[in-house]
């Protein structure tokens, strides 16, 4: 077990203004301000930070961590990678710093970019206090959530989790490849990056998912989205595969999150990797892709 779980996200944004409170008000995120380029930390949970809102602009994800749960796997990791032919590059000390990290290295598959690193501060001073009201989110061992992510070469991506990194394939869904590191039904999901398509659908990242401790929590995050005018994704809906309950909401970088609750655990021994024929079994329906040809539709929902 190499990789142990999806560690933060670093997300490069045009409108931080907008971004402060949809983070706050609609996910219940606190937002902690200071980073060093003026961007601002996002945390739920008891470490620092879960993720940084860059004011680079992008719109986009611009890194995704990985945590290995120790110096001798993040060694055998980094070797593995170098192995298998990947690039690697050491993060920088201001990187390591703004990441609360020991230590970090850098690669890229299907042009996502990535960063694996080791020793992720969890214990941080002041606890966390949520941007409103609720329950809290479930994260611990299990990481902050999960990143759905549009890859140019989506086998490489996933031979390359699997293989070196020591992903484990959950199941499948359309052209959608699902890959968990702890029991976390995924951490990760994969789908082929297609080029012609709107600009929101032109982004690595396509969305990604809190869980939080209530079903209330949910539907209070709806109940605030449609008063706040963020445009809703989706209906409230349970996924076929993690069988998780939740909605999608727009952010203000015109990527999704999925805001959800009660997601399955994978257990190892006994697991059954299968094929979903569709991602729901109830709800799900599209709000804002409406408009737009099937074809540049999401394959999986
Ligand atoms: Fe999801």
């Known amino acids: 077990m190499a990789v ?33 380029d003026g961007g601002v930390y996002l945390r739920m949970d008891e470490c620092h930070h879960r993720i940084v809102l860059h004011p680079s602009g992008e719109d986009d994800v611009v890194y995704v961590g990985l945590q290995a749960a120790s110096h001798a796997e993040y060694e055998q990791s980094k070797e593995a990678l170098r192995a298998a032919g990947v ?22 598959t299907g042009e996502v970019p990535f960063e694996l690193c080791v020793g992720l501060y969890t214990r941080w001073d002041p606890p966390f206090r ?7 989110f479930k994260t611990g061992a299990l990481g902050f959530g999960h990143v759905v992510l549009r890859s140019t070469t989506r ?12 992903f484990r394939i959950s199941d499948y869904i359309g052209t959608m490849v699902f890959l968990h590191c702890n029991p976390r039904h995924h951490s990760i999901a994969f789908q082929p ?10 982004k690595r990242m396509w969305h990604f998912m809190l869980e939080t401790n209530s079903l209330d929590d949910v539907g209070a995050a709806m109940d ?21 309950v939740s909605f999608y909401v727009m952010t203000p970088s015109g990527f999704e999150v999925e805001y959800g609750w009660g997601g399955r655990l994978v257990d190892d021994s006994t697991w059954i990797v299968q094929r979903h024929d569709r991602g729901t079994l109830w709800g799900h329906k599209p709000q804002v892709e409406a408009a737009l040809p099937v074809s540049a539709q999401p394959a999986a929902r």
């Open 4 to 36: 142990s779980q999806l560690a933060y996200l670093g997300i490069g944004v045009s409108d931080l203004a907008r971004w402060r409170t949809f983070a706050s008000d609609v996910l219940g995120m606190q937002v902690v301000e200071g980073a060093s």
């Open 87 to 108: 690039r690697i590059t050491p993060g920088t000390p201001a990187e390591i710093t703004q990441r609360r990290v020991l230590d970090l290295v850098k690669f890229e």
């Open 130 to 136: 949520p941007g409103r009201s609720m329950s809290g």
């Open 155 to 166: 086998d490489d991506s996933v031979r390359l989790l699997t293989e070196t990194l020591g």
């Open 193 to 202: 990056a297609a080029k012609d398509l709107p600009r929101s659908r032109d």
């Open 224 to 244: 605030i989205a449609a008063r706040s005018g963020a445009p809703l994704a989706t209906t409230l809906g349970r996924h076929s595969n993690d069988q998780m």
